[in-house]
C-alpha cells in the first residue's frame, strides 16, 4: 500500500501500478529504516548478493573503485524507492563523473516490468557506488492514468512531499538547500489534470547561495515522486566572502555594464506571413559581487572561443549587382559549380536532381539543383562530392568535398590560419559578390589551434555574420571550410533569406532605454560561480574532450588532465518565468510575442473588475490564458460574450491552454479564411478554422458574425460536441426531459448532457431557457466546468 500526501487527508492507493511511486510518507512505512543506517551499511561494503535481479553480477561488471558492488546497489535502490518485485532488473552501468577533485562512481540500474511480454512500466535509479547515496530516480508507466481538474494534489501539497522525500533519502543534504521558489513555479494556472509539480532545492554554502548544485524533485498530481535529481559536488572548497555588492548596488553595475545588440529575429507579420524584425538582444551575464567587475567566462574556455566579429565586412562596397532571377539549366548548374571550386581529377557525376518548392518563410517558389559525384582514383573511390545550386540565381548554396585518405604526407605542417582566413574571405568575394559588403569574418582564436599538428586537426572551419545597419541577422549564415593540410576548399555553406531591407537604418530607441527593458525582463542572483580549465600536457582542452576520455576509459590520458578551479561569488542575470517567448521590439520599444509578433507585457495585466466577484476563480482561468481580453484592466463579466470569444475560449480549453499562432501560411490553415466575414488577419482566424475543422461548427451560408451574441442553446451545442457527444444527444428518448421549457429547446438532448453534467444549469423555475443570451461570466464558469466534466469523463484503462 502506498500513502499519497494530499490536501488534507491521506488516500490509500491499492493499485499495483502506483506502488512504484514512491511519496516520502510512503517510504517511510515500509522502508523501515533512515537513510543515514543504508548509508552505513554502504561504506561498510558488507553486501549480499540479491537475488532478484535478472541481469548477472560479474567481477567484469565491477569497478575497483567502487566500494559498492552491483547488488548491493540493487539492494538500495529497492528500499530507497521501494520497486515492487514484479519490476526485474534489466541492465547496469557503472560510469564516472568529474567532480572538482576526483571521481564519483555510479551505477545506473534500469527496472522494468512485463506483462505478456510486453514493458509495462520502467524505473531507473542512479546509486553512489563509494557511500550509497541516492543520485537519480525516475519512473515511467505505458498505461496513462486518468488525469482530473481541479488537480487531486495541488503545488503547495506537492511541495510537502518533495521536502519529506529530501528529508528521507538526502538526509545529510536536506538542512543545506532552500526552495528556489520561483523554479518551476507555474506561470499559468493548470488546465489540466496531468500536471507534475517540479522542484529546486538550492545548495547555500556561507549562508549563501551555489545555483550550479540542487536537488530536483518532481511530484506528479496524484502526489508521488516521479523523478529525482542530486546535482551536488562535496570536493568544492568555498572562500568565505564578508563583505560582497548589495542586490542594488549589483543591480546599477549589471545595469551599466550591460551592452545590447541589435539583430534581425524572424517573426509574423500581416497575414502570418513571416517577416524580420529588428530587435535588442541582450544575453545574461554576470559580474563579480565583490568587485563589480564584468565576470569573464571566456578565459577559462577561450579554447573553445568560435572567435571574434570583425568590425569591417569582407568588402566596403557589393562586388556586384544581385543575380537576376531565371531559369538555370543542368549544365548551367554543373558549370557554376565547377567554376566556383573546380572539380578534381577523377570526379564522375552519379546523381542529379531538380527541385522546385514553396519556401516556408518567404512563400515565394523556389528550385535548385542537387548533385553528388564519386572521385576515383587508381581505378578505386577517392572521395566524394555534393552540392546544391540555386535553380533561378545559378549561386552555389552548398559544397562538400570528402577525401577517403588525405593525399597530404605525414608530418607536414599546418595549413596557416591566416592563409586560411584570406582563402575564405576570398571565397566570399568569388561566391556571394553582391553581399561582400554586408557579410563579416568571425575572426578565429588563434589559441584553439595553438601546439597542434596536421594530424590533430583535419580542417578550419570559417564562419560570417551577415549584418544590415550593423544587425546582425541570426536566420543567415555562411560557412567556408577548409582543409588543415593542403589549404583546399572543402566546404561551402550559405543561407540567406530573400528578404529586402530598407536602404536606410531603422530610428531605434536608445539603448539605455533597451538596457532599462531588460532589467525588467531579468532578476538578479547572487550565487558562488564555478570555473575549471582542464589541461593534457600543459595545453587547454574542451570539457567536451575530457568527457569522452571518461567514457571510453583513456586512463593513460585522464591521469595526465590537470584541473585548475576557480570559485567566486557573483551576481548573475537569470531570465523571470514567462508564459511566452518574447523579444524587445527594437523600433517601438515594446516587448512582442516570438511566434506571432503581437505585442506584449511581461507581466500578467492586473483585472479590476472581478474581485469578489461570483465566477472570480473561473474568470482569472480564462484571463490568464488570454481566452478573454482585459482592457483597462476590466474583463467586463457581465457583459455578453460575442460568437468569436467564445469559439476562442473554447479552442484553448480544448488543446489545454495552447494558443493558436497559426496564421494563413501554416500547413494547416488555408490562404483565404472559410467565413466570408472573418478575415485571415482577425484574431478569431485560426480559432474558428480550428473549430470548422474539428467539427464543433457548421459552415452554414458561408458567415459566422463573429460580433454577434450567443444563446445558451448555442453554447451547449458547442460544448456537447467538443465533448464528442453530439450523435448521442440526437437519440432524445435515451434523456429524461425535465425542463420546464422543454418545448422551447430545439435539442433537448444537449440540453440534458449539459445539464446533467453540471456543465450549465438549469434556473430555480426548471427552465433550460434556451434563447437566453450567455454573458462572459456564465461562458467562463461553463468551460471551466467543461474541463473537469471531460477529465472525469475519460475512461481509465482497464488492468490486468
Known sequence: MRKRIGKASAILITAAMLTAMLSSAAYAETAGEGVKSLMSQASSGQASQSTSSSAQDSQSNEAKSASITKAKAEELARKYVNIPEEYVLQGANLSSDRLIKGIRNIWGLSFVKRVNNKQTGSIYVGIHADNGQLINYSFHIAVDTKPSYPLKVERDAAETVAEAFISEVA??????????????????????????????????????????????????????????????????????????????????????????????????????????????????????????????????????????????????????????LTNIKEEQAIEFVTSAFGLPEGAELNHSSYNEYTDDVTEQLSSSWNFSWNVKKDGKEAGSIWAAVDGQTGAVQSYNLYWRNSDAPEGKELFALADATKAAEETIKKQLPWLSHELHLIKPDPKQYENLSASDLSSYYIRFVHKVHGASIEYDHVNVTIDAKTGEITGFESNIHPFDYSKQAPKTIATSEAIARFMDYYQVQLTYKVASEYSLDGQPIPIEKYNVMLASGDSDSIEKVTIESTVNLVYRLEAKPLDERVFLDAVSGQWRNMETGEVTQLERPQVLDIEGHWAQRQLELMVAYKALDVVDGKVRPNELIKRGELIKMLVIARNGGNRYYATANDSSAQNSSSFKDISVGSEYFAYVEDALQQNLIDIGDGSFNPEGTVTREEMAELIVRALGYNTLAQHEHIFADKFNDSQHIKNKGQAAIVVGLNIMSANADGKFQPSKKVQRAEAATAFFRYLQSRADLQEAPLRY
Open 171 to 324: 538526509a545529510d543534504y536536506a538542512g543545506k538547500v532552500k526552495l528556489n521558489e520561483s523554479y518551476g513555479a507555474a506561470v499559468l494556472p493548470a488546465l489540466t489534470g496531468d500536471v507534475r509539480h517540479h522542484f529546486r532545492f538550492d545548495r547555500y554554502v556561507n549562508e549563501l547561495p551555489f545555483l550550479d548544485n540542487y536537488i530536483d524533485v518532481v511530484v506528479d498530481s496524484e502526489g508521488y515522486v516521479v523523478e529525482y535529481n542530486f546535482v551536488w559536488d562535496d570536493t568544492i572548497v568555498f572562500p568565505r566572502v564578508e563583505s560582497y555588492l548589495t542586490l542594488e548596488q549589483a543591480t546599477k553595475k549589471l545595469h551599466d555594464t550591460a551592452t545590447p545588440e541589435l539583430k534581425y529575429i524572424m517573426t509574423a507579420g500581416e497575414n502570418g506571413k513571416r517577416i524580420p524584425a529588428l530587435t535588442y538582444e541582450l544575453a545574461p551575464f554576470s559580474i563579480h559581487a565583490v568587485t563589480g567587475s564584468k565576470w569573464d567566462e571566456a578565459i577559462y574556455r577561450h579554447y573553445r572561443y568560435a572567435g571574434e566579429v570583425s568590425d569591417k565586412p569582407v568588402t566596403d562596397k557589393p562586388l556586384s549587382s544581385k543575380p537576376q
